[in-house]
Structure formats: structure tokens, C-alpha cells
């Protein structure tokens, strides 16, 4: 019984020190208000660094006046990620599926996806496709220049 007495004391005596151990590396927390006034100060660095950057700013925009030229350049249009959303503004590349869909749909009027898929491929768009017609139906699908009057029939 004396072997255990010993491990168990060594065993305690190794885990009093990892905590005297941890309590010294353990960082002392800030106090809510020290952080406020971090926060206040990155805060009030940032505003410098604006106020600095727009008095640059009005010392180019000046010098380009003096000079006869326009000061800010139209900015670009943010662009979406939503492809429908731009389906219809888009040009189409020429020699697409969508394009040749189009050219059919005009001569042809009122058509079921067989019908244009074959018209197309009349028209002369190469494909290979085993199942060309489903290809037709998504990309009618995508097109807001076409409308779908009843299950299967488009126009344009």
C-alpha cells in the first residue's frame, strides 16, 4: 500500500504544479472599459486616415479641373449574379443555340420543342446531342424574349 500513497502524492503534486503553472501564463483579462477605449481609439485612426485620404482626393479633383478634364469617371454598373436576370439584355453569341432558336421561332411562329429542335437543326446548328430536344426546352427556359403559351408550345 505504500507504492500507492506515493503515486497518488506524485501524481497530486504534478497537477498543484500545472495549475501554479497556468495561473501564472494565463493572461489577465481587460477590463469592458479598456476595450471601449481600443475601440475608440482605432476608430478615431480611421477617421484620420479618412479625412487624409479625402483631402487628397480635393487636391486631385482640383488640379484635374484646373486642367479641363472631368474630375470622377462614371463608375460601372454592378453586375449580377442572377442569370435570368440578364438573360434578355445580353447579346447572344452568334451562332448559339439561343440565337438559331430565335431565327426559327421568327419564321415559324407558334412551335412545340420537337418541332423547333428539328427547324434548328435544319437551320444548320451542329450538334451531336443524343437528347438535343431537352437541351432546346432549358435554353427556351432561360430566353425572356420567348413565351410559353401551353405546355410544350413557345413564341416569339
Known sequence: ???RSKRRAKGAAKRK???????V???????????VKQIAA???ELVEQRNELQ??????TAALDAMGSTPTPPRPAARTTDRRANAGGRRKRKGSLK???LDVLDKGGQMAVKDIAAAVRRA???????????QVSNALAQMD??????RGRYQR
Open 55 to 60: 483631402s487628397k482626393i480635393d487636391q486631385a
Open 99 to 101: 440565337v438559331y432558336i
Open 124 to 134: 444548320g446548328y451542329k450538334t451531336n446531342s443524343a437528347n438535343f430536344g431537352n
Open 25 to 35: 501564463q494565463a493572461p489577465r483579462s481587460t477590463g469592458s472599459a479598456e476595450v
Open 17 to 23: 504544479a500545472k495549475r501554479r503553472v497556468a495561473r
Open 42 to 44: 482605432y476608430r478615431a
Open 1 to 3: 500500500m505504500a507504492k
Open 145 to 150: 424574349e420567348v413565351t410559353k403559351l401551353e
